[in-house]
Every structure is written in C-alpha cells, then in structure tokens.
C-alpha cells in the first residue's frame, strides 16, 4: 500500500515536471550519424553517402579513436595482431577529390601486441628501430572519388624506407559529435598488404612473416 | 630455424676465427685480425653482406670491429711512443661512440649537446677498454682471454635478454671469435694484448646499442660493462694460489648478475585514463 502511494506521488510529480517545461525548450535528442554499410566492397550501395557539400573540409585525426592496426603470420601457422596505438595526422576533403589530401604520422615505439617482451623487441633494431627511425609516414600523392569512397595513393615511409602505395579509404560514416556541440566527425578505414622486407625491415622473416596486412582506421574532427 | 641461425653466427665466425689465429701464428695482427674477421662473419650470418655505408645501427659493427683493428695495426705500430698510443686509443673511442650514436644524435640531443654525448660515451669506451687491456697485460694469458670472453659474452647475453637478437647474435659471433683464441690459449698460452683493441669496442658498442637502440635498462648496461673493471680488482689481491682465478670469478659474477637483472621483468605500467 504504501509503496503504491509512493509510486504514484513520483508519477505526478514527473508528469508535473514535463508540463512545466518552456515550448522554445532546445531539443536534447542526440542526432544521429550518417553511416555506410560495411558488408561491400567499398563502392557499393550506400544508405548515406558523405555529399560534397556536408563533408567538404580539413578534419583533424582524433588520436583516440584512429590507429593502425596490423596482422602478420607467425611461424607461417597462425596471424598475431597488433596496432600502433599513436597516430596523429589531417586530412582535407576538398569538392575536386583531386585536391583532397592526407598525411598520417604514426608514432612506431606506440606499437602494442598485448605482450611487452613482444612490443619491446618490435621497438628493437631487429625490427622497427624505433630510436633510429622515430616516425612512421603515409602521405597521399593521388586521391581519385569511387562512389563515398576515396581510391588515395600515397608515399608510405617506415623503417626509413619509403614507397608509393594504394588503398582505397573506405566511408564508415559521418555526423555531428554527440557530446562536442558544433563539431563533425568523420571516418575511413583502408586495408594494404605491404611485404615488410621491402621497407628494410630484414630480420626474422621466418618467425615473423614478410607480408603485412595493415588496417588504417582514421576519425577527423573538422577544424 | 632459430637454433641454425644462432649455429651459424657463432660456429662459422669461431671456426675462421681460429684459423686466422692459427695460420697468423698468434702475433698481435693475427688475433686482431681474427676477432674483427669473427665480428663480420656473425654480422653477415644475421643482416647480411656488409655494406660500406648502411643505414641501420644493426649494421655498424662490421666497421666497429674494423676500426678497432686499425687501432690494434697502429698502437703496435707506434707502441715505443706511449702518447701516440693514447692518442691512438682516444681517436678509436670518439670513433666507436660517434658510429653508434650518429643515428641519433641530431634527433636527441641535437648540437653541441650531441657532441658533448660523444665525448663522455668515448671516455667510457676508454675506460672498458683500457680495464681489459689492464687484465690481458697484467695476468696470465688464460686468464686474461678468459676474462675478455666472459666480458663480450656478458655483453651479448645482455642484450638478447634486453629486446635485441640481432645485435647479441652479432656480438655472438665476436665472442665465438675469442672463444677460438681462449681455446689456442689452453693449448700454448700466449699473450693477447692487442684482443682489447678489437674486443672493447664491440663488445662496448653492443651494450650501447642495446641501452639506446633496444631496451636494456641504464643500469643493466652499466653493470654489465663492469666486467672487466671488477675483474681488474683481482689484479690488487695477495699473491696466494688463488689469485689467478680471482679476476675471472669475479668477471663471472659480474656476468650472472648481469644477465639475472636483464632477465627480470619490469615493473607493470599503470594503464594510461580512457576518456571520449
């Protein structure tokens, strides 16, 4: 009984609270953001495609929730992942994709595998080196539009090595901050296949495999 | 594959080793020339054809090691001018300290504060290598050689405990080289003076690569190239039965501490806060 009493008290004291609320209130519903479907190959259906003139900017990449993640066979039996958990960079979405641009900086001694023995001999001359190359680039040369996505060719320099690469920066979606009033984000992942031994990186190719899978997965806040 | 990859840095630069020693008849070149052949050997076992100017610090110990053995031909050359000798010994220091910190110096310390570096890391250099110089010169040759492979072995084990098989494989293929000497001195001792010239270096050069390239702790690095420096403290002890094997005892001990520190896990970092 007196529980009841106490659940319609609140009950009224709720409804009488909604009413007194102003009409020219601002409305706290969190916008939702513009996805893209993930199950294609990167240029098929959309549901929403980033049009020129909503993502048209220069985005700044948000260190937290960008990295680049990796994926190398082990002993030719399994794959070991890992990531560099520091990367920094901008990118510039320009109307003319032509003049769109990209540069990524990755911090190489960031790397973790989830095991510190690993990460430190990956730090190691045996492999990254990272006291003698500090910085690890991806700058573009060439973006071309297909569909939402962006085809970018770009210098890729680590372990002091540089080479022109490709991927293809996919669109996974787009869309106010829903904590940061004002601010638009926007994110890509691009998958390459590197073969390691190429940027100089020699050492233990038969424990650790020669080729890479990378995964780059970049957030931008627009400046 | 592991296992054969470490065969070959230590069996085949051993092997020349000891026949470069062997043919060389032991003189001072021989050994010198021995120990840098036995250096480029392991090296070229593990990173492969030596380069004159690579750009990897994994490289560089093919020329540290022949740059020491330029010193050895020079000091023997000049050995009735103790100055020359000295200044011989300096210019080899700033040379092997240079080598190894070039890579980072300007990014770490820039100028002049870079060349400030240098110049202490070669005082060091000096002082590693005038220690063991110290032992060969003033012990019986077993007992010197013994202490000059506990010290490059000390040196390699270190560092593969501290992140970096390559370059301990290397300074593996150095100490297989002295092994090929230590095992000519057990057959007919003779002594080895010039072994400092060619051993200090490298076995200098694969501590530091490891403190500043791998991730050997400062202090892992520092006891580690106290070897020969302790070692030296037998040179004070009486003259009783024992005190040809107090030098090397206390080398060893050296060496177990060493490796035991390297091997020790640090300490877990705290997580770094998540935030949106």
Redesign the interface.
Known sequence: MIKSSYSLVLALALAACSKDQPKDAPKTETPKPQTADTTGSGSGDKTVAPGPKSTVGTYELDP?HSSVNFKIKHFDVSYTFGRFNKVTGSFTIDADPAKSKIAIEIDPSSVYTAD??RD??L????FF?V??Y?KATFTSTEIKAVGADYQVTGDLEI??TKKSVSTTFQFVGSGPHP?VPGQQLIGFIGELAIKRTEF?M???V??AGDDVQLTISIEGAKK | ??ISTLLYSVLIPGVIAFAIALVGRRTELAIATAIFAATIAGSWS???RPELVP????RWLGHIALLGAIAALASSVFRASERRVWAVRVIAALGVSYLVLR??LA??WGMPTGLLVVAGAAVTVIVYGGALDQVLRRTSPRVGITVALVSMATSAATVAA??????AQIGGGAAAGVGAVWVLALVRPAAAPSLAYVLAPVSWAVVA?GM????MPWHVAVLALSAPLVACLGLFAPRTGLRAAIPVGLALAIAGASVRLAIT??PVEEEAEY??
């Open positions: 937290s510190k023995k430190d001999h730090k190691s001359p045996d080196n006291a003698q500090p372990h002091g904590m100089g020699t050492n233990m038969g424990a | 594959m592991l593990v990173v492969g750009d990897d610090i994994s890579p980072i990014h770490r501290s992140g970096s098989l390559t370059i690569i500043l390239y791998a991730s896990p640090p935030g949106y």
